[in-house]
């Protein structure tokens, strides 16, 4: 299984082998396209989680390619420029590009960039990610607010933290032990029925709102959200 999967696109096809060799090696699935046309293709049949971009290239240049991806993806650009070329940073942040890198270049620095830009993409992805919406119920993590039909409900940080991590994995059950360690962390010394306390809080805050989804206590086991088509 990759780590990941990259598009090279260099006109120089020693550069693309031998970043190809090195990507390989460390476990990315790697794509390569010689000119701007082919890039565009490449990506869209490719989906690549990155993307190695030389900004001179025959038939369509680096600059266009990325404009052309960036009307169908967010996904990262790593630009590449020679050394003595006029690089404009200022054009490459307005196109989208999240990095660049000037050549010659050492091989092991292009891998640390794109290992830095993928970490910064899946960190923000992730925080993006920190918000759960259902019919008449909003969960956000990241600013701590629960909204109930468009309302903000006063939630204390662990009872959100809670009903987050029940509604972030739908109609799957956790045991009280399990909660206990996902949401309070192995450092908590309470006993199980810190979670009926909570669950019962979150409860009274969430009955009848939604035939769509429920708070289900599951009889000798634990606890689940769940939902319903």
Known sequence: MSVGKVLVVDDDTNICELLRLYMEKDGYAVAIANDGETAVKNFVEFRPDIVLLDVMLPKMDGWQVCREIRKIAETPIIMVTA???T???VLGLELGADDYVVKPFDTKEI???IKAV???TATVAEEEKKQVEYED???NLTNYEMKVRGEVINTPPKE????YHLASNPNRVFTRDQLLDEVWGFDYYGDSRT????VKRLREKLENISDKWALKTVWGVGYK????D
């Open 195 to 198: 979670v009926d306390v909570h």
């Open 111 to 113: 891998m640390a960039r």
């Open 118 to 120: 993928l970490r910064r």
């Open 137 to 139: 119920l909003s969960i």
């Open 160 to 163: 959100l933290e809670l009903i």
């Open 83 to 85: 050394k003595g070329e």
């Open 87 to 89: 690089f404009d940073k």
């Open 225 to 228: 959200f769940e939902t319903k």
